[in-house]
């Protein structure tokens, strides 16, 4: 594939389905379906860092995953820089284009290789660099990711925890993809490590050229480095917006629930402790209810709510920023959801 052919676009998803079977009993028999993501449509543009954020269970991994072949698709389509998943798993040339990085980089690294040898091995097999500049290559790696050189003999649990997840992503950056996902990769990590790694990405997508989608629950990191935001709940996107304006002016119940979740300097100041509440567990992903995921927990729920899932609308917000609510608009949310009631992580 040629560079001429990208499009301006990294990653675009238009109507994703992803369904798991549920068999139970000694034959294994189907006896249900889960909806682990259910009609996602959102576009990773070139150069850019989106967040996808919710709570466990929300469909965020799940998408992360089937945007580069692990995950099987029941329906919808994914193009990786302007060409079809399932052309790019037929001809082998997804994994030169997009790549992933787990939350646990321990169980992701070989224990018995070293640093050095696990990332010569992946510039050996995808040909990236000649081979007698294979050594070279490495150092170089190591060197973007923040590593020191004498690490490179060491095994993955000779490492710090920041430090594996460091050579995690050189690994990745071994076969120079274009896309990355980074499935909760800091949230093990101290808060001073994440910063590192937070800051080591905005870096990687500057100086190469690369488009992260990052998955985290964790709203503090999604402010810190996001340039759009995605808000998913029971499969579904809530909302979707540029990152300072999600923030700032949250026009989702849901998305105004998981920002009333952040902690805030002074525990006596209200902040948004008694706006809206939802519930302990996420949907039942293999019972989906007609209407919108979110109704169980939306105070603002009414009978249209329950009868119809309200599709994704341009609110009075800027471009980019889209709510799947009915009463989004309404007088009574806009004023729950003002800015003024919203913290800054």
Request: glycine share 8%; with cysteine.
């Amino acid at each position: 594939m040629t560079t001429e052919a990208l499009t301006p676009d990294a990653v675009t998803v238009e109507d994703l389905t992803v369904l798991f079977p549920v068999r139970s009993g000694v034959l294994r028999r189907l006896t249900g379906t889960v909806r682990a993501v259910d009609g996602v449509s959102f576009t990773v543009p070139a150069r850019t860092i989106v967040t996808i954020v919710g709570e466990s269970g929300s469909g965020k991994t799940t998408t992360g995953r089937a945007l580069v072949g692990l995950s099987p698709i029941a329906s919808g389509r994914v193009r990786v820089h302007g060409t079809d998943l399932n052309e790019l798993r037929r001809d082998r040339t997804l994994p030169r284009l997009s790549q992933i990085v787990y939350q646990d980089p321990y169980a992701s690294l070989n224990p018995r290789m070293t640093v050095r040898a696990m990332i010569a091995e992946v510039v050996t097999v995808h040909g990236t660099v000649p081979r007698h500049e294979t050594a070279e290559q490495v150092t170089k790696l190591l060197g973007q990711v923040g590593l020191q050189p004498e690490l490179a003999d060491r095994y993955p649990h000779e490492l710090s925890g920041g430090q594996r997840q460091r050579a995690a992503i050189a690994r990745a950056l071994a076969v120079e993809p274009r896309f990355i996902v980074c499935d909760e990769i800091v949230s093990a990590l101290d808060v001073s490590v994440q910063g590192q790694i937070v800051n080591l990405l905005k870096d990687l997508r500057r100086d190469r050229d690369v488009s992260f989608l990052f998955i985290s629950h964790d709203m503090s990191v999604v402010r810190h480095i996001s340039d759009q935001v995605v808000v998913m709940y029971g499969g579904r996107i809530m909302e979707s917006a540029p990152c300072e304006e999600l923030f700032t002016t949250p026009r989702h119940p849901y998305t105004h629930a998981l920002l009333a979740a952040v902690p805030v300097p002074d525990p006596r100041s209200p902040g948004l402790r008694d706006g809206v509440r939802i519930r302990a567990e996420p949907p039942d992903p293999a019972s989906v209810l007609a209407g919108c995921r979110f109704q169980r927990s939306c105070p603002f729920a009414t009978e249209i709510c329950r009868e119809g899932d309200p599709p994704p609308q341009l609110p009075a917000g800027g471009p980019g920023h889209t709510v799947a609510c009915h009463h989004a608009d309404t007088p009574a949310v806009r004023t729950a959801l003002s800015p003024e009631r919203t913290p800054a992580p």
